[in-house]
């Protein structure tokens, strides 16, 4: 019994210490700042984090520096992966969080294809289920990996101003993911109400689908159309990319993800 007790004791103190240096880690990390040629590069990469405030500067940078010790970047398809391409993907995947408690706990490993690539997908018709190939330009797995086209990841860090952003656009079903499912609702920011997100939310998708139905143009892409949780991905997009255009359309979407982000890109123009 007392060689038991002691195992127990022992084993939980390794536990206690482990659990210790990975927040002193994380700690460390989060209070680092970039090199100026880090910092260059995300700056001529990412043409948002330009107009993003300099209070948020340091916040980013330490969070970046805490993504790229937890993350592995993995080349496909002969794709040699550079910094430019980490810093431009932590960057950004960053933006998302750089005011917010929530992070990409699970996620371990990018993928990442020199252009559009092609995923396998099971599609169910009663008892029927078929695969088919569908050609993309990303992919976000619960739990990781996030997959994406290089191509397409590097056109829309450059033009920030079109609502096409596809790593904004997987890094908001990554962080959809962490309420447990991928269905629109995220995790709330503190003090923020999950029912009025689902009043918003759920009217403002049941419009967008009306009008994408009967082919009417909209600010929000029409991919949005597909399901609440690509609905959400598609709005992140404007907001942080075009807020004015949301704004206009969807005014009440606007000002829950400004609640959810605690950000206001409005004042970034």
């Not at 043409?47 to 940078?61: C, D, F, S, V």
């Not at 598609?234 to 255009?245: G, H, K, T």
Request: aromatic share 10%; charged share 20%; glycine share 6%.
């Amino acid at each position: 019994m007392t060689i038991l007790f002691l195992f127990l004791l022992g084993a939980a103190a390794v536990v206690l210490l482990w659990t210790y240096s990975k927040k002193r880690k994380r700690k460390a990390l989060l209070s680092t700042t970039l090199t100026d040629d880090q910092r260059n590069i995300i700056l001529d990469e990412v043409t948002l984090i330009r107009k993003l405030p300099r209070a948020y500067g340091a916040q980013l940078e330490g969070k970046v520096s805490l993504f790229l010790d937890q993350v592995e970047f993995i080349g496909c398809n002969g794709l040699e992966v550079t910094e430019e391409m980490q810093l431009s993907i932590a960057a950004q995947a960053c933006l998302l969080v750089v005011n917010s408690p929530q992070w990409y706990d699970t996620l371990r490993t990018i993928l990442i294809y020199p252009g559009a690539f092609k995923s396998r997908q099971q599609i169910s018709d009663g008892y029927v289920v078929t695969e088919q190939e569908i050609v993309r330009t990303g992919e976000s797995w619960a739990r990781g990996p996030v997959v994406l086209s290089w191509e397409h990841s590097e056109r829309g860090a450059q033009n920030h101003t079109d609502g096409q952003n596809v790593v904004l656009h997987e890094f908001a079903h990554q962080l959809d993911n962490l309420s447990g499912h991928t269905d629109g609702a995220p995790v709330m920011s503190p003090g923020q109400s999950l029912a009025r997100w689902a009043q918003v939310f759920t009217s403002a998708y049941d419009i967008h689908v009306g009008r994408v139905e009967r082919g009417q143009p909209t600010a929000v892409d029409a991919y949005g159309a597909e399901g609440p949780e690509e609905y959400f991905a598609v709005v992140v997009e404007l907001f942080f990319e075009n807020p004015s255009r949301l704004v206009q359309e969807e005014p009440d979407v606007y000002h829950q993800l400004s609640e959810l982000f605690r950000l206001n890109p409005l004042d970034w123009e």
